[in-house]
């Protein structure tokens, strides 16, 4: 369960959110709407810890993030980040990532890297990548771990059609389990229609759930 509080955030002069109070329920599947700018990305980063509320609090499966924690715990993030080591393969990058919570080894990280069609890239640097390959690079780091909460930012962005079935297919998964909870932002009315069990809108400092 993801709650915030009272959550409130700007940059400057700039309110992104007032007063913002919600609940996401574990096993949701969430789609995060809103126009350009509007702030989806900073919700999402609020949620993972990447980024501070400057009040108001959010706490995910009982954990106040940046007192309890200092980020998500058990959750696999696709905001941009993190930014591969270009010296360094694909395998490599991802093995490296696998080092910090040793929670897999080798074989799920050659896994992965199967099911995001790269394994015959595996092997080169990630400089020579397209940026398609790096995201989906990008959606292999966020999942490998199969963690509980899977947040996306407009993760097909660059995607092939190819990519964006595979991007779609890990999304089915976490629909079809219950433990697992699932929050993208998307502008993609088909993709929101077809994954997402509710729709969070963010508008004019405040974010609501579609009826
Ligand atoms: N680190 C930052 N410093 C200053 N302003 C920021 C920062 N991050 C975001 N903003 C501002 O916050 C607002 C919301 O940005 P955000 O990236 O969340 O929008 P978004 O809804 O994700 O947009 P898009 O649909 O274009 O991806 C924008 O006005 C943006 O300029």
Known sequence: MIRL???AKAYKNTVIFRDLSLEIPTGASVAVTGYNGSGKSVLLKLITGFS?????????DGNVIGKDVDFIQNAGVFINAPQFMNSATGYENLMMLAEINRKIGKEQVLQILDRVKLTEAKDKK??????GMIQRLRIAQAVMEQPDILIMDEPLNA???????????????????????????????????????SVLHVENGTAEFQE
């Open 5 to 7: 509080e009272h959550v």
């Open 52 to 60: 501070r509320p400057d009040s108001g609090t959010i706490t995910v």
């Open 126 to 131: 990630v400089r020579t990548y397209s940026q």
């Open 159 to 197: 995607l092939d059609r190819d990519g964006i079935d595979i991007a779609h297919s890990i999304f089915q998964e976490y629909i079809d389990d219950p433990s697992k909870t699932l929050l993208f932002a998307s502008h993609n009315a088909e993709e929101i229609k077809t994954f997402a069990t």
